[in-house]
């Protein structure tokens, strides 16, 4: 409003924008480390922690891509959080998961064979084929 010296007025009107530009920050939770669950080669129901989020103004909202299924190994988890500007920010945390089940190994029939002609040994004995299993993979049977 501006006035003059004869009392007379006018006004105008102006518009000020403030805009967030500021991110938000996130800090991950720590490495998780679990096992497989029982029988299975992949750890479901993993609990991954919380993180710490913050922003100038509000976070609206804070997500992550973990699978509902871990793959037994290193899964990385990236984190996303949102201000309610629409500003993000990320970041990322690991999930490993480790076979600590044994293999199972049924060892095939007793074999009972007699030594080669002239010899105190036996060569050339079928020793049969043991039974193997395991939640993830057999690698080797020796």
Same mark, same amino acid.
Do not use: E, K, R
């Given at each position: 409003?501006?006035?003059?010296?004869?009392?007379?007025?006018? %006004?105008? *009107?102006? /518009? $000020? +924008?403030?805009?967030?530009?500021?991110?938000? @920050?996130?800090?991950?939770?720590? &490495? =998780?480390?679990?096992?497989?669950?029982?029988?299975?080669?992949?750890?479901?129901?993993?609990?991954?922690?919380?993180?710490?989020?913050?922003?100038?103004?509000?976070?609206?909202?804070?997500?992550?891509?973990?699978?509902?299924?871990?793959?037994?190994?290193?899964? %990385?988890? *990236?984190? /996303? $959080? +949102?201000?309610?500007?629409?500003?993000?920010? @990320?970041?990322?945390?690991?999930? &490993? =998961?480790?076979?600590?089940?044994?293999?199972?190994?049924?060892?095939?029939?007793?074999?009972?064979?007699?030594?080669?002609?002239?010899?105190?040994?036996?060569?050339?004995?079928?020793?049969?084929?043991?039974?193997t299993s395991d939640n993830?993979?057999?690698?080797? %049977?020796?």
């Amino acid at each position: 409003t501006v006035t003059d010296s004869s009392g007379n007025t006018a %006004t105008c *009107t102006q /518009t $000020v +924008t403030v805009t967030d530009n500021i991110d938000p @920050t996130i800090s991950c939770p720590a &490495t =998780v480390n679990v096992n497989v669950d029982a029988g299975l080669c992949t750890a479901s129901g993993v609990t991954l922690g919380t993180p710490t989020t913050g922003d100038n103004c509000a976070v609206a909202s804070t997500t992550n891509d973990a699978p509902g299924v871990f793959p037994i190994g290193d899964t %990385t988890v *990236t984190w /996303t $959080v +949102t201000d309610s500007s629409g500003n993000t920010a @990320t970041c990322t945390q690991t999930v &490993t =998961v480790t076979d600590n089940i044994d293999p199972t190994i049924s060892c095939p029939a007793t074999v009972n064979v007699n030594v080669d002609a002239g010899l105190c040994t036996a060569s050339s004995v079928a020793l049969g084929t043991p039974t193997t299993s395991d939640n993830c993979a057999v690698a080797s %049977t020796t």
